[in-house]
C-alpha cells in the first residue's frame, strides 16, 4: 500500500510543509466522514508519519449522523489493520436537522452540529489538531459560492485555529484534485461509506461544480488559474511563505 500512496503523500506532505500545518508532538486526528476523500487523506497521513521529521500521532474520529445504512465496521477494520486508533461516535444530528428543525438551509447546521461533536472527542482525547478531507477542488468551488452567491472574496483556510475549542483544523489535501484522490481510492480498494443525505447532488456547491465542469471544457486550465490566483491575492491564510 505505501508503494502506492508514495506520489500522493508527496503532495500532501507539500501541503502540510507550506502552511506549517503539522509541528513535532502534534496528536492529529482526521475527520473520516467515510467518503473516498477523508479516508485517502487517513492513509496519506498515516504513511507520512512514518517518515516525517517531526513526529506526530495520528487518530481518526468518524460521526455517525444517524442515517440508515451507514455502515462504519469496514473503516474500523481497516483502521485497525493499519494500527490507527478509531473513534465512531453515533449521534442524532439526521433527526434534528431533517426531523425536528426541517431547516431550510440544512446543511449549514449539520455542519455546525457535526463540528460540535468532533471537537468534543478531540478533547476528550487530548488532541489538538483536526484534518479535514478538503482538496483542491472543494477550494477552488467554495472561492466561486462567495464570489457569485454572496460577492465576497472568500474561503475555508488550509490552517484554522478555533479560538472556542483551542483545536486548530488543517486541510491537507488541498493541493491534491480530486479525480487523482478517487482514483487512488479506487486503486486501494478503499471501503467507501455511502452517504444517503437527501441533500446530495442538490445544494449549492452541486451547481457551482457542474458550473465549473462545463466551463472547464472550454477553458481546461481554469481551477488552476483561480487556485493560483487565491495564494497570489494572497486571500487570507492562503499565501505560502518562501
Not at 445504512?69 to 473513534?87: H, N, S
Request: aromatic share 8%; hydrophobic share 40%; glycine share 8%.
Amino acid at each position: 500500500m505505501n508503494d502506492i500512496l508514495n506520489d500522493f503523500t508527496g503532495t500532501v506532505r507539500r501541503a502540510v510543509d507550506d502552511y506549517r500545518m503539522i509541528e513535532a508532538g502534534d496528536r492529529v486526528a482526521v475527520g473520516v466522514s467515510g467518503g473516498k476523500d477523508s479516508l485517502v487523506l487517513l492513509l496519506a497521513l498515516n504513511h507520512l508519519k512514518s517518515y516525517y521529521p517531526k513526529p506526530f500521532e495520528l487518530e481518526a474520529v468518524t460521526i455517525e449522523l444517524g442515517f440508515e445504512g451507514m455502515d462504519f465496521t469496514p473503516v474500523a477494520a481497516l483502521c485497525e489493520a493499519e494500527g490507527i486508533p478509531y473513534t465512531c461516535r453515533k449521534t442524532d444530528i439526521k433527526e434534528v436537522v431533517f426531523d425536528v428543525r426541517q431547516e431550510d438551509n440544512p446543511c449549514s447546521l449539520c455542519a455546525k452540529m457535526r463540528r460540535g461533536a468532533l471537537n468534543g472527542i478531540l478533547k476528550e482525547r487530548g488532541l489538538n489538531k483536526l484534518a479535514l478531507g478538503h482538496h483542491f477542488d472543494d477550494a477552488v468551488e467554495t472561492f466561486l459560492m462567495s464570489l457569485l452567491l454572496e460577492g465576497r472574496l472568500s474561503c475555508f483556510q488550509p490552517v484554522t485555529f478555533l479560538d472556542r475549542s483551542g483545536i486548530t483544523q488543517i486541510r491537507p489535501l488541498v493541493y491534491a484534485g480530486e479525480q487523482k484522490i478517487r482514483n487512488l481510492a479506487e486503486k486501494l480498494d478503499l471501503p467507501v461509506v455511502e452517504n444517503p443525505c437527501p441533500m446530495d447532488k442538490t445544494s449549492k456547491r452541486w451547481e457551482i461544480k457542474q458550473l465549473l465542469a462545463a466551463l472547464g471544457t472550454d477553458y481546461p486550465d481554469m481551477k488552476s488559474k483561480i487556485f493560483g490566483a487565491m495564494q497570489r491575492l494572497p486571500l487570507k491564510g492562503w499565501a505560502v511563505e518562501k
